[in-house]
Structure formats: structure tokens, C-alpha cells
């Protein structure tokens, strides 16, 4: 598994100076992966400063954050990350309010979004975002990603982990069913951009 220059990607905890970085991630990603999803003037106004500043702000320094994952060439360069947390007890509404979207609420390339009470986040996490650099696809640097996510959820005590992803994302629902993760019959239609899309809850066991 090798990033897109072919080297084996290194697995670290972000620091708050990596927010740039992720924010770039987030982005690209974004505009190719959900260029039929959704409207283009709304991909092409994402802003990666912007998210990189509240990033810098909130989503690596605060004392609730999630843990997020980057994946590096050996230049340092981050080319993925995911980003884990409990599951959420707050509703979309109210993650929003309260400055957790950052990082955590929305959908990427291979990528996760939503919120729920629906399990108990002692024994359930949520992997609330998994980007890749568009050329990173298909390189094997987000099936290692993945891996080490579920290994940090093991590590932490987690049973089950659940996520969503859009409905007419193919691709990333090839690639969580791949990983053993499947739909369990939730789904949940929000707006982005202005358009309506669902997004299904999959969910997989983290032992036996």
C-alpha cells in the first residue's frame, strides 16, 4: 500500500498546525468526488483557508476534539486523514451550533456524515470522516488508513463503529463494504448546497 508517488504512507495523530494541511485534503477531495453529487459553483466556493482557520480554532485544539489520523509521504506531505470520535448524542443541528462540523460532520470521497442517539457512544464510535487526495485513490493509502482508525477504536475500548455516507457515493460505499462494513437499514436525507441527498448509516463490529 503506497501513496501516490510510491512510497508507504506514515500513519500520525494531527497537530494543530497540520489544520491547513487537512483542510487542502477535505476540499480536493471534495470537488472531485462529489463533482455529479453536487451543484459546481458550490464545490468551486469551498474555501480551504477559511476551513483551515476554524480548524486551527476549534477542530485540532479543543479539549473535546476528535481524534483525527493523517496519512504522509515521507516528505511529510499528508495525502488522507480520517477523523474518530463516540458516537454523538447531539443532533446535526445542534453539532453544527456548537462548532463540531469542522471536521467531523460531513461527506467526503470515501467519506462520512450525520448524527444520531441511536447508540450508546461508550461502547459505539463514529468514523466521522475518512478524504483522500484525489491522486491517492486507488493507491491503497486509504484502506491503510482505515485499518489503523479501527485499530485506534480497538485500542480505546469501542465494540461497534458506525458512519454514514451518501447514498450515490459508489465509490466509498465499495470501499467500506470492502473493509466489512455494512448498511444497517438507517438513512437520513439532508441538504448541501442546496440539494437533497441521503445518506445510509453502515456499521461494523470491531471484535470477532
Known amino acids: 500500500m503506497t501513496t501516490s508517488n510510491g512510497a508507504t504512507p506514515s500513519i500520525r495523530e494531527a497537530l494543530p498546525e497540520d489544520a491547513a494541511d487537512v483542510a487542502l485534503v477535505h476540499v480536493l477531495s471534495w470537488r472531485a468526488a462529489y463533482r455529479d453529487l453536487l451543484p459546481g459553483p458550490y464545490l ?8 483551515a482557520s476554524r480548524l486551527a480554532r476549534a477542530g485540532l485544539t ?9 496519512a504522509t509521504e515521507p516528505n511529510g506531505r499528508v495525502v488522507a486523514f480520517s477523523c474518530l470520535r463516540a458516537w454523538p448524542d447531539e443532533e446535526p443541528a445542534e453539532a453544527e451550533a456548537a462548532g463540531a462540523t469542522d471536521v467531523a460532520r460531513t461527506a467526503g470521497a470515501v467519506g462520512t ?3 444520531s442517539r441511536a447508540f450508546d457512544p461508550v461502547s459505539t464510535a463514529e468514523l466521522a470522516a475518512l478524504y483522500a487526495l484525489p491522486e491517492a485513490w486507488g493507491t491503497g493509502v486509504g484502506r491503510s488508513l482505515l485499518a489503523a482508525s479501527t485499530e485506534v477504536l480497538v485500542t480505546a ?3 461497534t463503529a458506525a458512519l454514514w455516507v451518501l447514498a450515490g457515493n459508489t465509490r466509498g460505499r465499495r470501499f467500506y463494504e470492502a473493509a466489512g462494513w455494512r448498511p444497517d437499514g438507517t438513512a437520513v436525507r439532508e441538504v448541501t448546497g442546496g440539494r437533497e441527498l441521503e445518506e ?3 456499521r461494523r463490529a470491531l471484535f470477532g
Not at 479543543?62 to 493523517?70: E, F, G, I, M, S
Request: glycine content about 8%; charged content about 30%; cysteine-free.
Open 44 to 51: 468551486a466556493s469551498l474555501d480551504p483557508e477559511e476551513r
Open 62 to 70: 479543543a479539549p473535546d476534539r476528535p481524534t483525527v489520523l493523517l
Open 113 to 115: 456524515a450525520g448524527a
Open 157 to 159: 475500548g469501542f465494540r
Open 200 to 202: 445510509l448509516r453502515y
